[in-house]
């Protein structure tokens, strides 16, 4: 059987809610992915209370000049995050730079693709992206749940580098995506649940049936 694993993401704006519902479903994810709007709200801190509970990815989409790209990975790996995520589309030398970061703290790097709202401005350049991130090394790729056949072809191309995919649940996206992907998204759907705790088991659950 496949092994799928769940990520919470956790886009809320209490302290106390986002610490609370991680403690809930630590038993059912592997990964809690925070956001510009928790950061933002109660502090970069935030990243090393939540890393008590489970690894952190920072999910900033680092997207700006390598140097500034540099920094703002430096701040989220020494706070505790075990990885970080880049916009593909910055350019190779911006991946480098997070990567080279990534590296100082045996952290990791996954590369947006495609977003799952809109492929306006991502469809010629998103196989470009998958192809970079596996020749400069890096640890997987964000692929649109979405868009199932757009995660069927980036799989193809990156083998066996992680395949995070966001947007199922709120987003509608499609199960389809757990043949090929490695760690599936879900924030919504939990976070927002009455029983954030057996929402987690249910998502995790399917997800396993899905995989095999």
């Known amino acids: 059987m496949k092994k799928i694993e769940l990520v919470l993401a956790l886009d809320v704006l209490e302290r106390e809610k986002?610490?609370?519902?991680?403690?809930?479903?630590?038993?059912?994810?592997?990964?809690?992915?925070?956001?510009?709007?928790?950061?933002?709200?109660?502090?970069?801190?935030?990243?090393?209370?939540?890393?008590?509970?489970?690894?952190?990815?920072?999910?900033?989409?680092?997207?700006?000049i390598?140097?500034?790209?540099?920094?703002?990975?430096?701040?989220?790996?020494?706070?505790?995050?075990?990885?970080?995520?880049?916009?593909?589309?910055?350019?190779?030398?911006?991946?480098?730079?997070?990567?080279?970061v990534a590296r100082e703290f045996d952290g990791e790097v996954y590369v947006v693709t495609e977003l799952t709202s809109s492929d306006e401005f991502f469809r010629d350049i998103s196989d470009k992206i998958a192809k970079m991130s596996v020749e400069l090394g890096c640890h997987g790729i964000v692929a649109?749940?979405?868009?199932?056949?757009?995660?069927?072809?980036?799989?193809?191309?990156?083998?066996?580098?992680?395949?995070?995919c966001p947007g199922i649940g709120a987003q509608g996206g499609s199960l389809e995506v757990v043949k090929y992907a490695t760690h599936i998204i879900v924030g919504r759907a939990i976070y927002n649940s009455e029983n954030p705790k057996k929402s987690a088991e249910y998502y995790l659950n399917v997800f396993s049936r899905f995989g095999t």
């Open 18 to 64: 986002a610490l609370n519902v991680a403690n809930e479903v630590r038993e059912y994810i592997s990964h809690v992915k925070v956001n510009y709007p928790l950061i933002l709200s109660c502090g970069v801190e935030i990243i090393g209370e939540l890393s008590k509970i489970r690894p952190v990815i920072a999910d900033f989409k680092i997207a700006d």
């Open 144 to 164: 649109p749940s979405t868009r199932p056949d757009r995660v069927k072809a980036l799989k193809e191309i990156v083998g066996n580098l992680k395949i995070l």
């Open 66 to 100: 390598p140097y500034t790209s540099s920094l703002i990975a430096r701040i989220a790996f020494k706070n505790g995050a075990k990885a970080v995520i880049v916009h593909g589309f910055s350019g190779r030398e911006t991946v480098k730079a997070v990567l080279d």
